[in-house]
């Protein structure tokens, strides 16, 4: 059997490494791990990990010797870095050629035409449309032409338990939360495609893929100048409903975005009916799910690519898909079907244990993700975890090439830019809220290999700033022992002090920044990062954050980064509105914050909310708010009352104020006031109690408003009453 390229790379990549470490490379010198570990105490003690709890390890592969370590057998959320931990069990467990396997059976041979057609899954994480149109055509080489009867799904391998412990934690249809199923396909998610109409006004276009009976679509979305919309997905059984709302602009090309689906296996059954049609297979009955018979006769098995490769799709990219989707193969084929989560941790437990030398309950793991709050491990674990695996050759390779790489690829693609830690450091991260983790393997420009783990947990302030102290970390490890001193790798990678400049220069440089900013160009993708990392002025920031998403709306980087930058206070956003009188333009940095708003992003909403409570002096901005208010109101309606509850009381009644402008004009059937009658007939009395308050507050506001009275909703779900209007509230579109 030849051996693929890809398997050539990772082992040339590791001999390298023993060679580089055993040809006589200097031993690390006592004043260069001094510099190093002053250079780590010294990012420690003056970023915001200073206040946060943090657990740290550094620790050299060459002598085995502890260069730093800060509470390193403190216990903490790691976030996805427990991927690290269900990778290593499952390279071990199954080995790194293991192939997941599909199976197509009917109950008899296949002379043109079946009875049922029965499909088996077995856990396999990555079949895509493309395979799937691949095993539909070698079922018709194989002869088949015509199914009599009904597509049946058989995905028994698993229990029916979808969502792992911890995804409990958070509600929404996001791609991140998808479900676990034996039967899945696309990672369980789906690609919702918007395009305008060809003029103002006309409905747009929205298009699935893949193209599925499983989704049914209720097309809200039309045609305008601004780009405000909505995507939601409602839990359904046998199908599933795309809801669009909002307004796309014709300039700004299609927009895509994923989304969970619910029912892995009848995703998987109308899509593979959808694909056989295609290549001229007919299937007369419905898509159902069921058991293969265990007389069935093997018409087509179809295999994955082998688990080094998968183990890559989950770990550079973080999917949570494919790593609890490996919990539960562990416990399908170690313990045997169906497989569970619980069956699946206890073979995690059980290598640490036996082979790792990490004792049963010195850590908590209850998903192989890392989602939400649901784990808990130390920095000196996940050290002893990488040092294992680094020492277990016939799988170190496989494991190593499964992060990423810094400056490089994956979710470290654009960290670490201008240092020595780019293509040498490998690292899995892992992000929730006020949660970062960064661990993983360096070999610095001296020769000496370390291996790390940082742990942060409830840190104050932005998570931009906590992620650029990891960063300082990592290039300081990678600039050790060279010519470049630690500290000046560390200083590089700091923000530079915030200098607040003048209106005039303000001005002048948001002006520079808002005519070389250009929708959808990425291009200018490596340029808008550079200058945001070098620019001191907070404002500034904000507008090259702005111009950053707009350059690639899709990127989540992008998307963080912008948010990261943006505040409500006046050093930013009270700064901007008077950039923007003085410039004659609408407040410059708002667009994206809107936009995420109105897609339902709790952040952005609650930083709308704060904005909303800042604009209590400048009618233009409040006219601003007030109308992306409005539009968040038709197109996330459910996520803005959860917002507003959260808000503070404060920042809430300017909220509302502002709202109630547009709220005029609403009909009986808006979102908004369905949303709101749904939280009155909430089984949770806070809810309850909530929904009413702001009834009552809506109410009010509008009549001080002098406008019409609305009464916006009763627990009996009556229609809201809006009384005839003395004046016509303004309802321009804005932001």
């Known amino acids: 059997m030849r051996p693929r390229l890809g398997d050539l790379v990772s082992l040339s990549t590791f001999l390298l490494c023993l060679a580089v470490s055993s040809s006589g490379a200097a031993a690390p010198s006592k004043e260069g791990r001094e510099a190093l570990k002053k250079s780590l105490a010294n990012v420690l003690a003056q970023t915001p990990l200073s206040g946060a709890r943090a657990s740290i390890q550094v620790q050299s592969l060459d002598d085995g010797a502890i260069v730093f370590a800060q509470d390193a057998d403190d216990l903490l959320n790691p976030a996805s870095n427990v991927k690290l931990f269900t990778a290593a069990a499952a390279l071990v467990r199954l080995g790194p050629e293991h192939r997941f396997e599909t199976e197509f059976l009917s109950d008899r041979e296949p002379g043109g035409r079946v009875p049922v057609l029965y499909v088996r899954g077995k856990g396999d994480p990555s079949l895509s449309t493309e395979r799937l149109y691949y095993i539909a055509g070698e079922l018709y080489h194989a002869g088949l032409r015509e199914v009599l009867g009904d597509l049946v799904v058989d995905d028994g391998w698993f229990d029916g338990q979808r969502l792992a412990p911890g995804f409990d934690q958070e509600v ?3 791609a991140y939360l998808a479900p676990c199923g034996a039967l899945s396909l696309n990672w369980n998610a789906v690609a919702i495609y918007l395009r305008a109409g060809d003029r103002s006004g006309a409905r747009a276009h929205v298009e699935i893929e893949p193209a599925s009976d499983y989704f049914s679509v209720d097309n809200q979305l039309v045609t305008a100048a601004l780009r405000r919309f ?3 997905l409602e839990p359904g059984h046998e199908k599933q409903k795309v809801v669009v709302r909002g307004t796309v602009p014709a300039e700004r090309g299609v927009l895509t975005l994923w989304k969970k689906i619910d029912e892995p296996a009848l995703y998987f059954g109308h899509t593979l009916r959808r694909l056989l049609a295609e290549r001229g297979i007919k299937v007369r009955g419905r898509v159902r799910m069921g058991t293969a018979p265990d007389n069935a006769r093997l018409l087509y098995v179809a295999q994955s690519e082998t688990l080094d490769l998968i183990l890559k799709r989950m770990n550079k990219v973080s999917s949570n898909f494919i790593a609890e989707q490996l919990i539960k193969t562990l416990g399908a084929e170690i313990k045997g079907p169906p497989g569970t989560f619980s069956n699946g941790i206890e073979v995690v437990e059980d290598f640490l244990h036996r ?4 004792a049963r309950g010195s850590y908590v793991m209850r998903n192989g993700s890392g989602l939400n709050d649901a784990n808990r491990f130390s920095a000196s674990q996940i050290s002893r975890l990488l040092r294992f695996m680094y020492q277990r050759f016939p799988l170190a390779p496989e494991y ?10 994956g979710t470290l693609k654009y960290r670490f830019e201008g240092s020595e830690a780019v293509g040498r450091l490998r690292g899995k991260t892992g992000t929730l809220e006020n949660i970062a983790a960064l661990s993983g393997y360096v070999q610095s420009i001296g020769g000496e290999k370390f291996v790390f783990a940082v742990l942060v947990n409830d840190y104050l302030g932005k998570s931009v700033s906590v992620l650029q102290a990891l960063d300082a970390m990592g290039a300081a490890m990678a600039a050790s022992g060279g010519s470049r001193d630690p500290a000046r790798a560390v200083a590089a990678m700091m923000s530079p002090e915030a200098a607040i400049g003048t209106l005039e220069e303000v001005a002048s440089r948001v002006r520079t920044y808002l005519s070389i900013a250009r929708p959808r160009d990425r291009k200018s993708g490596a340029f808008l990062r550079t200058a945001w990392r070098s ?11 702005e111009a950053l998403y707009e350059s690639d709306p899709g990127d989540y980087a992008a998307a963080r980064m912008y948010l990261d930058s943006f505040s409500a206070d006046d050093v930013v956003y009270g700064r901007l509105c008077r950039v923007g009188v003085a410039l004659g333009v609408d407040v410059p940095g708002l667009s994206p914050l809107f936009e995420l708003a109105a897609q339902g992003n709790p952040e952005a909403l609650g930083q709308l909310l704060r904005v909303a409570g800042a604009s209590k002096d400048g009618e233009k901005p409040r006219k601003l708010v007030g109308n992306a208010l409005t539009e968040i109101s038709r197109t996330a309606p ?5 917002a507003l509850r959260a808000a503070g009381s404060s920042e ?3 909220a509302v104020g502002l709202l109630v402008r547009g709220l005029a004009t609403a009909d009986a059937d808006h979102p908004l006031w369905s949303a709101l009658r749904k939280m009155l007939g909430s089984a949770d009395a806070a809810s309850v109690s909530f929904a009413k308050q702001l009834e009552q507050m809506i109410s009010q506001k509008s009549a001080s408003e002098k406008g019409p009275a609305i009464q916006p909703a009763t627990a009996t779900g009556t229609a809201p009453v809006i009384a005839p209007a003395t004046a016509k509230p303004e309802i321009r579109p804005g932001g």
């Open 172 to 174: 929404g249809d996001r």
């Open 230 to 232: 909505s995507v939601t």
């Open 652 to 654: 809430r009644e300017e």
């Open 638 to 642: 459910e996520a803005l009352l959860a």
């Open 355 to 358: 082979e790792v030398g990490i």
């Open 400 to 409: 190593l090439s499964s992060m990423g790489i810094a400056g490089k690829d």
């Open 535 to 545: 620019e001191g002025d907070p404002a500034v920031r904000a507008v090259i954050a």
